[in-house]
């Protein structure tokens, strides 16, 4: 009798496990998959008359936020070709949508939208148009503009640069990229007034390191009555990269000419940015994980780490017991990299016959 008591316990222990096995099948990886990209406070408006049409105004907000969502994860070289997609394809990517506010002010409809876009299909769209996207990670990184008059051998630094003073004046949500301004430093400006005629070759950490940011852009200007001579010195995760440009016809005295100046530098950077993230749809490394199942809490917290790493492209469980869950996952990227991410997120594996365990 107490052998039969024991095996129904046993047997109640498996089907418990079993059902939790189930919910994490059909509740948990279900939602991991449909991650969405979501796009908020998107404002459209239309004059209220007798061709009003709601549905048309729905349609423009999600035009209006696919093109947001475009310029953040795409190159600039990609965004033209993107901008070319229908409208009706871009309702198809369209996850679920939410009105936040509408009203009418002045004999005009006036809406605000959050738009959710389906990643997967998002991401399959941009692969028929042999388009990589770029992961969304946002930097906050020291931005240090530096003016140089080489008729005059004078250097322009802080608010004597209207460099300096342009530069955050416009900010557009889409920008991946945070410039921290540089304080009014007397010592900084002694120590670079010192170095005017070295200034390509100075090494501008010892002012940047003040800061707490290992990540900053030095921006040298050269003028002349020629033209305008720009060194960008990047530094981005610890690597270097130098960027060149000479422009003609740029009045810094102008505030068009400085500001559209300053939008192609913007663009210039977020390129950079986002070349060093990029996500390459075309590498498909499958991986096996096998992960303890009879921690929920562990479980939960693994999957939404998944769903939230741009570069895992699916996952899914195709296989479990009453003690683990296995699943399979579709990395865009190297067997490195996906160890390097797990890492930062205070995961690490064991490999045993081919399968990953979560330890």
Known sequence: ???????????SLYNFFLFLALLNIFFSTENSVAKTFLIKGIKVSSPFNASFEKNKIINDGFVKAYEELILTIAQSKDQAKL?????KEVKSLVETFSIIEENFIDENYNLTLDVQFNKRNFFELLEKKNIFPSSIIKKDLIFFPIEVDERKNEIFLFSESKLFKNWNLTKHKYHQLNYILPNEDISDYNLIKKNI???????????????????????????????????????????????????KNIN?????????????????????????????????????????????IKIDQFEETLSNIELINNFN?????????????????TRDQFLEIMKDYNYFFEIKNKIWVLK
Request: proline fraction near 0%; charged fraction near 35%.
């Open 1 to 11: 009798m107490r052998c039969f008591s024991k095996f129904v316990k046993l047997k």
């Open 83 to 87: 901008k070319k997609t229908s409208i």
């Open 197 to 247: 005629n070295n200034l390509e070759d100075f090494d501008f950490r010892e002012i940047s390191k003040k800061y707490n940011y290992e990540d900053f852009i030095i921006m040298i200007i050269f003028k002349n009555k020629q033209e305008i001579r720009v060194l960008n010195k990047i530094v981005f995760n610890k690597n270097k990269n130098l960027k060149n440009f000479k422009f």
């Open 252 to 296: 810094f005295g102008n505030s068009k000419d400085i500001n559209k100046f300053i939008e192609k530098q913007k663009i210039v950077f977020e390129d950079y940015w986002k070349l060093k993230n990029i996500i390459n749809t075309s590498i498909r490394l499958n991986l096996t994980i096998s992960v303890d199942n009879r921690n929920i």
């Open 317 to 333: 469980i195709f296989k479990f017991d009453n003690k683990k869950n296995i699943y399979k996952i579709i990395f865009n990227g």
